[in-house]
């Protein structure tokens, strides 16, 4: 389990992480959006919202037709790595 932001940061996946950090940080998106966009495997990208999601680098937040929204959040912007 990570617990540090170094690990996610200089871990293995650091790339995709960053790819997709760039796509939040444009506009709010579903797994599903940015798997297409990103061209990756929607259960890599899940993956990886899931390890940004518990590092507290991205919020995410379900729309009234229960689609869960991931968006950077304002820690992303405090550590200004993007």
Not at 36 to 50: A, M, Q
């Amino acid at each position: 389990m990570i617990t540090k932001i170094d690990e996610i940061i200089e871990g293995k996946g650091w790339e995709t992480r960053r790819k997709i950090l760039e796509e939040l940080s444009k506009r709010p998106s579903t797994a599903y959006d940015l798997s297409k966009r990103l061209d990756l495997n929607y259960s890599t990208v899940k993956y990886h919202l899931e390890l940004l999601e518990k590092a507290g680098m991205i919020t995410c937040n379900k729309d009234k037709r229960n689609r869960y929204f991931y968006e950077v959040s304002k820690n992303v912007n405090l550590l200004k790595i993007l």
